[in-house]
T-cell receptor
Framework: DAKTTQPPSMDCAEGRAANLPCNHS???????VYWYRQIHSQGPQYIIH???NNETNEMASLIITEDRKSSTLILPHATLRDTAVYYC?????????????FGTGTRLKVLA | NAGVTQTPKFQVLKTGQSMTLQCAQD?????MSWYRQDPGMGLRLIHY???????DQGEVPNGYNVSRSTTEDFPLRLLSAAPSQTSVYFC??????????FGPGTRLTVT
């Protein structure tokens, strides 16, 4: 099971882009990168995922390096409501391992 | 469409007691899992199931049992509660494209 490494905490000014890095140097060829966030003590919420190409949705953008050993989640215009713990995990879909392992995540604080 | 539901929301147990945490989903997802989250920590996978009748261990399975008799339900049993099992427990399902949907959690205290 691939593991991920994230910085424990980051600050970002409101309205600015928040760039959250993730290292997944042991990722396998069929494993996707997934991002989730957890606000307060609620259940984690899915944000975005990708395999090789960069992805964008209404919440965020995901940039994956060419060697796939790291990625960056970008919140383009951070708001106070984006203050949360962000988790980067890897896993294979639809076949392969279903053991999605969460690390300790990055605690993002958006400052007014 | 309720998504993933968990009961109870809160529970206090004495050491040695047993109980079952309930998880139900109405999204027809084959994959379900249980995580625990200790204060200030990330999520750790306890058990998971890829379909009815199939379960497997995660990172921290000791002290917990699971079964999966239907697609909808995935109960987690604590056999003999210990203070080290004080935690928040999350149940989750997995869609065909890999999105996990989490329940609201059960906050368990073992005294």
């Amino acid at each position: 099971d691939a593991k991920t490494t994230q910085p424990p905490s980051m600050d970002c000014a409101e309205g600015r882009a928040a760039n959250l890095p993730c290292n997944h140097s042991t990722i396998s060829g069929n494993e996707y990168v997934y991002w989730y966030r957890q606000i307060h003590s609620q259940g984690p919420q899915y944000i975005i995922h990708g395999l090789k190409n960069n992805e964008t949705n209404e919440m965020a953008s995901l940039i994956i390096t060419e060697d796939r050993k790291s990625s960056t989640l970008i919140l383009p215009h951070a708001t106070l409501r984006d203050t949360a713990v962000y988790y980067c995990i890897v896993g294979a879909r639809p076949s392969g391992t279903y053991k999605y392992i969460f690390g300790t995540g990055t605690r993002l604080k958006v400052l007014a | 469409n309720a998504g993933v539901t968990q009961t109870p929301k809160f529970q206090v147990l004495k050491t040695g007691q047993s109980m079952t945490l309930q998880c139900a989903q109405d999204m027809n997802h084959e994959y379900m899992s249980w995580y625990r989250q200790d204060p200030g920590m990330g999520l750790r996978l306890i058990h998971y199931s890829v379909g009815a009748g199939i379960t497997d261990q995660g990172e921290v399975p000791n002290g917990y049992n699971v079964s999966r008799s239907t697609t909808e339900d995935f109960p987690l049993r604590l056999l003999s509660a210990a203070p080290s099992q004080t935690s928040v427990y999350f149940c989750a399902t997995l869609s065909d494209i890999g999105e996990q949907y989490f329940g609201p959690g059960t906050r368990l205290t073992v005294t």
